[in-house]
């Protein structure tokens, strides 16, 4: 721990221009979160037409590039018919079951209002071709993924202690696949002061269902987009530990050092923090 705090010290000390050099073309710098997710929408046009049978896992956070990105897809007629869409993760309730699209904090339901049903029906995959983990199919998507031959990109985020889907840290996660995991204590609270449910820990979901960094890691290609959404400037260290962090099991995102990886951020993140610890 000492270790990676004095990492931590060192990282957050560096200045916004420093960060970008070091990065190099490994970090994609947005004014700000609206161009951010306009830039995510068109990197996904852009492989969508490159490779009409691509096979992608996508978030649920960020989500602002989607109605960019559907309006894209209408405006052209860019159809997804062959497109293989493998969604991140999905909260379980208190029955051990992936939460309803009825529920507050569904990612399905998200993912349904602000992607899926914006675009022309008649583009999109068929509903087999749109998958969401939840407890009848966590045990067969490592093989599905495989069957497939692996994934095209993965796009994703990046969680305040380092996940990637919820693949929260713990010894031997880069080698995880698709699971039941539980939410550690971190991630419970910093998506519980961003959900709108008052501050009330006692009652938000403590595990989930996720894809495994084996299936994230074994993309052919990652794009991550690290933003704080907001005036906390909750991502601003973890995205310097994604940049240039020591790999490490204690924060997964760290393990695609040797990835084909980009991650994208805007300026409020990339940002030095304010107070220096």
Known sequence: MSE???EIRYLNRLTPAEVTARAGDRLVVYEDLD???R????EMVAELKTRPAIRWIVPVGPVGQYAHFADTVNRERISLAQARLFFMDEY???DGRAVPPDHPLSFRRVAETQFLR???PVLLPPPEQIVFPDQTNIGQLAGQIDALGGIDTCFGGIGIHGHVAFNEPEPGVAGSGPRRVRLNDFTVTINAIRAQVGGNLECFPREAFTLGMAQILGARKIR???RNGQSYDWANTILRLALF???GDDYPVTHIRERD???????????SPVNQL
């Open 4 to 6: 990676r705090a004095e």
């Open 35 to 37: 161009a951010l997710h």
């Open 39 to 42: 830039g995510f929408a068109e």
């Open 92 to 94: 379980i309730g208190p």
């Open 118 to 120: 914006l675009v022309d």
């Open 224 to 226: 991550l987009y690290c």
């Open 245 to 247: 962090g020591q790999p």
């Open 261 to 271: 990886y980009v991650i994208a951020t805007d300026r409020q993140t990339l940002a």
